[in-house]
């Protein structure tokens, strides 16, 4: 079983920045995928970037320019660096995890509360 513990977040004016970290903990695979969703009210779970072992990156259109995903594969530790923040990034910031391999493996986070007031 695989932990998923956020820390970050909170509330901040629109152009601020914030970074949520997420450190994962139990029987980690070695090939793996971390990164971030995010739910907004009345609004469906959606992708906002994802980093793999050796460093791919992938973002939402949404989100590309302005966040920036990194992982430290010692550490197995995934940061969400946030900047230029629009009210509509406001959200609950899950963290993920995902195995690759033969069979795949999906594991999230608590979630933890960005707010972005305009």
């Known amino acids: 079983q695989v932990q998923l513990v956020e820390s970050g977040g909170g509330l901040v004016q629109a152009g601020g920045s914030l970074r949520l970290s997420c450190a994962a903990s139990?029987?980690?695979?070695?090939?793996?995928?971390m990164g971030w969703y995010r739910q907004a009210p009345g609004k469906q779970r959606e992708l906002v970037g994802h980093i793999t072992v050796g460093g791919s990156t992938n973002y939402a259109d949404s989100v590309k320019g302005r966040f920036t995903i990194s992982r430290d594969n010692a550490k197995n530790t995934v940061t969400l660096q946030m900047n230029s923040l629009k009210p509509e990034d406001t959200a609950v910031y899950y963290c993920h995890m995902f195995t690759i391999g033969a069979i795949r493996y999906d594991y999230w986070g608590q979630g933890t509360q960005v707010t972005v007031s305009s």
């Open positions: 139990g029987s980690i695979f070695g090939f793996n995928s």
